[in-house]
């Protein structure tokens, strides 16, 4: 098939050794390439049980036959691996222009094993691969880093680094990427860190060969006319995701003090308006047509965001209001190179802990001086820090409160309130990776659209299961989520580039092939249905501010749901996959 560079590079860091082979191409046609094919190659090469954090675990970096090819938004990077916070699968993705670089340097995905001995990056140029110390970067934050290497090896060479997280194997440790872009979730910086590598420097001189090229031409200028440059998308570009500040506390949904309630009336100090009178430039990532990227400057604070969620999590969820606050947070966890979602999840839990009396870590709600010294010394282990390094689930079976620890398998949630989205509950306790928003996104229907009632099980499991579907297979073509293209059209666009007939059924085939394939590598670890929950506060405390005021989520809905999501995806009722689908699916 054309998009492909059929050409895998496996480096063994152990041994310093690399080499080159074939693209499995039969589960390329059945995976597409990204989250699926990365996910079906960790499956078939990874022992169960592996720790996430020892030589044995693989980090997967993976391409798609769209990267680096004249169809917009699919410029973005899927990273998996075994998740060093919730042993599941993991699978991020990020933004920037490193994913066009690799294909470009000629593979269509980079799979390391083993560890260094010492600290080092990877430098990367064509078929030429070089293992350079780096105890000299060992400790440094990743801004710093990366703008090293871009002086060392040229401003056209792309960076993926880690920060001081990543080192000190954090299960909220992230990958950056041009500075401002991160893998965030699930800890797969620390993967990264366990193998002693600062940082992937790559250089890429050669091209992607596409099937049609005039007819792929002509109609990414069709679509882009028709659908891209569109006023229902030009959202992306005009306010970013921080036009959702407004919609979710309209919706009832925008969280507040550790998800304790609902934020009303309080966001005029960091919402959208707030951004743009901050913003100070625009960006994109490789081959985009949206422009979503932020630059935002307050003093001495500069990020590219602050996106939603941190907007969210890190601002009234941990009682701050202030823009300014929320991007120093931010900054300094880039720089730290820690997901702020999980950072902000875990300090919010920690000041309803010290507020309530269970346990003392020295941080109350609204404490922004407190607030602002907790990335630094979570990232580096020092003093409470070296505690909260541990993660909300892991300190709530220490201390207590894990009615309160808002995580599902052990990654905190996202910035939405389920009690006035009972669909997004659902998609957060199914998700493979634990509580989710990118799994499947319910709440655009039952609260931005409102064509859904928000607080019924009706119909739920299918709204959580079409957008995983959709979803899954998506994120494996690779395109940028914010561009809303019907399956139909990334057929037409995978047929034109590759020259391999797909269809829009084929689509939906190999999303809930790719739904089926995370849940058995999740099965096979030990994971069953009862890990697919809430925390107790979704269930038994209601809201008491907002739209959604009075409601929760009763448990025994919740179970409804649960059981006709199992039905619909022909799971057991106790949530494993029969032997028979397994068998089916050649696992």
Same mark, same amino acid.
């Given at each position: 098939?054309?998009?492909?560079?059929?050409?895998?590079?496996?480096?063994?860091?152990?041994?310093?050794?690399?080499?080159?082979?074939?693209?499995?191409?039969?589960?390329?046609?059945? +995976?597409?390439?990204?989250?699926?094919?990365?996910?079906?190659?960790?499956?078939?090469?990874?022992?169960?049980?592996?720790?996430?954090?020892?030589?044995?675990?693989?980090?997967?970096?993976?391409?798609?036959?769209?990267?680096?090819?004249?169809?917009?938004?699919?410029?973005?990077?899927?990273?998996?691996?075994?998740?060093?916070?919730?042993?599941?699968?993991?699978?991020?993705?990020?933004?920037?222009?490193?994913?066009?670089?690799?294909?470009?340097?000629?593979?269509?995905?980079?799979?390391? /094993?083993?560890?260094?001995? /010492?600290? !080092?990056?990877?430098?990367?140029?064509?078929?030429?691969?070089?293992?350079?110390?780096?105890?000299?970067?060992?400790?440094?934050?990743?801004?710093?880093?990366?703008?090293?290497?871009?002086?060392?090896?040229?401003?056209?060479?792309?960076?993926?680094?880690?920060?001081?997280?990543?080192?000190?194997?954090?299960?909220?440790?992230?990958?950056?990427?041009?500075?401002?872009?991160?893998?965030?979730?699930?800890?797969?910086?620390?993967?990264?860190?366990?193998?002693?590598?600062?940082?992937?420097?790559?250089?890429?001189?050669?091209?992607?060969?596409?099937?049609?090229?005039?007819?792929?031409?002509?109609?990414?200028?069709?679509?882009?006319?028709?659908?891209?440059?569109?006023?229902?998308?030009?959202?992306?570009?005009?306010?970013?995701?921080?036009?959702?500040?407004?919609?979710?506390?309209?919706?009832?949904?925008?969280?507040?003090?550790?998800?304790?309630?609902?934020?009303?009336?309080?966001?005029?100090?960091?919402?959208?308006?707030?951004?743009?009178?901050?913003?100070?430039?625009?960006?994109?990532?490789?081959?985009?047509?949206?422009?979503?990227?932020?630059?935002?400057?307050?003093?001495?604070?500069?990020?590219?965001?602050?996106?939603?969620?941190?907007?969210?999590?890190?601002?009234?969820?941990?009682?701050?209001?202030?823009?300014?606050?929320?991007?120093?947070?931010?900054?300094?966890?880039?720089?730290?190179?820690?997901?702020?979602?999980?950072?902000?999840?875990?300090?919010?839990?920690?000041?309803?802990?010290?507020?309530?009396?269970?346990?003392?870590?020295?941080?109350?709600?609204?404490?922004?001086?407190?607030?602002?010294?907790?990335?630094?010394?979570?990232?580096?282990?020092?003093?409470?820090?070296?505690?909260?390094?541990?993660?909300?689930?892991?300190?709530?079976?220490?201390?207590?409160?894990?009615?309160?620890?808002?995580?599902?398998?052990?990654?905190?949630?996202?910035?939405? /309130?389920?009690?006035?989205?009972?669909?997004? !509950?659902?998609?957060?306790?199914?998700?493979?990776?634990?509580?989710?928003?990118?799994?499947?996104?319910?709440?655009?229907?039952?609260?931005?659209?409102?064509?859904?009632?928000?607080?019924?099980?009706?119909?739920?499991?299918?709204?959580?299961?079409?957008?995983?579907?959709?979803?899954?297979?998506?994120?494996?073509?690779?395109?940028?989520?914010?561009?809303?293209?019907?399956?139909?059209?990334?057929?037409?666009?995978?047929?034109?580039?590759?020259?391999?007939?797909?269809?829009?059924?084929?689509?939906?085939?190999?999303?809930?092939?790719?739904?089926?394939?995370?849940?058995?590598?999740?099965?096979?670890?030990?994971?069953?249905?009862?890990?697919?929950?809430?925390?107790?506060?979704?269930?038994?405390?209601?809201?008491?501010?907002?739209?959604?005021?009075?409601?929760?989520?009763?448990?025994?809905?919740?179970?409804?749901?649960?059981?006709? +999501?199992? /039905?619909?995806?022909?799971?057991?009722?106790?949530?494993?996959?029969?032997?028979?689908?397994?068998?089916?699916?050649?696992?």
């Amino acid at each position: 098939m054309f998009g492909y560079q059929n050409n895998v590079l496996r480096i063994d860091l152990t041994a310093q050794t690399a080499k080159q082979e074939p693209l499995n191409m039969e589960w390329a046609k059945k +995976y597409i390439g990204g989250k699926g094919l990365g996910i079906r190659y960790l499956y078939e090469e990874l022992k169960p049980n592996t720790d996430p954090l020892s030589p044995e675990n693989k980090l997967i970096f993976m391409t798609a036959p769209l990267t680096g090819t004249v169809v917009p938004n699919s410029g973005k990077l899927a990273i998996i691996s075994r998740s060093p916070a919730t042993g599941t699968i993991l699978d991020c993705s990020i933004g920037g222009h490193i994913a066009i670089e690799i294909k470009y340097a000629g593979y269509d995905a980079i799979i390391l /094993e083993g560890a260094l001995k /010492e600290p !080092g990056y990877l430098y990367i140029e064509d078929d030429k691969i070089e293992f350079i110390p780096a105890n000299d970067l060992w400790g440094k934050g990743s801004h710093e880093t990366e703008s090293f290497l871009l002086n060392k090896h040229g401003r056209d060479c792309k960076i993926m680094t880690i920060g001081p997280a990543g080192e000190n194997l954090l299960p909220m440790a992230c990958i950056n990427s041009d500075y401002y872009r991160q893998a965030g979730r699930g800890g797969i910086g620390a993967v990264m860190g366990s193998k002693k590598l600062k940082a992937v420097v790559v250089k890429g001189s050669g091209g992607v060969k596409v099937a049609d090229m005039e007819k792929a031409l002509t109609r990414v200028h069709e679509i882009l006319r028709q659908d891209t440059v569109t006023e229902d998308n030009l959202w992306a570009y005009t306010d970013g995701t921080a036009t959702l500040v407004e919609a979710c506390e309209a919706g009832g949904v925008l969280p507040s003090k550790n998800f304790q309630d609902a934020t009303v009336n309080k966001s005029e100090g960091f919402n959208s308006d707030r951004m743009i009178e901050a913003r100070k430039g625009k960006r994109g990532c490789g081959s985009c047509a949206l422009g979503c990227g932020n630059f935002t400057k307050i003093d001495d604070a500069v990020v590219e965001g602050p996106e939603y969620e941190t907007l969210a999590l890190a601002g009234p969820n941990c009682g701050v209001h202030d823009l300014k606050a929320i991007v120093k947070f931010n900054q300094l966890c880039d720089d730290l190179g820690m997901d702020t979602m999980s950072a902000a999840g875990i300090i919010s839990w920690a000041m309803e802990m010290t507020e309530k009396g269970l346990k003392d870590f020295g941080i109350r709600f609204g404490d922004v001086e407190g607030y602002l010294e907790m990335p630094e010394k979570i990232a580096r282990k020092i003093g409470v820090g070296a505690e909260l390094a541990l993660g909300t689930k892991e300190l709530s079976k220490r201390y207590g409160g894990e009615e309160f620890a808002m995580q599902v398998k052990g990654l905190e949630f996202p910035g939405y /309130e389920p009690r006035g989205s009972w669909a997004m !509950g659902l998609a957060y306790a199914v998700a493979d990776r634990g509580a989710c928003h990118m799994r499947a996104y319910p709440i655009a229907s039952e609260v931005y659209e409102g064509t859904v009632d928000p607080y019924t099980g009706e119909g739920k499991a299918k709204l959580v299961y079409d957008g995983q579907v959709y979803n899954a297979v998506k994120f494996s073509g690779i395109i940028c989520d914010f561009w809303a293209l019907g399956l139909d059209t990334l057929a037409e666009l995978l047929t034109i580039v590759t020259g391999e007939t797909f269809t829009e059924a084929d689509m939906e085939a190999i999303g809930e092939r790719i739904i089926h394939l995370a849940r058995a590598f999740n099965q096979r670890e030990g994971f069953t249905g009862k890990d697919d929950t809430l925390p107790r506060r979704i269930f038994n405390e209601t809201l008491k501010s907002g739209v959604a005021a009075g409601q929760r989520i009763p448990e025994e809905v919740f179970g409804k749901m649960l059981s006709e +999501y199992y /039905e619909i995806m022909g799971w057991q009722p106790d949530g494993t996959i029969s032997p028979e689908k397994l068998e089916e699916l050649a696992l």
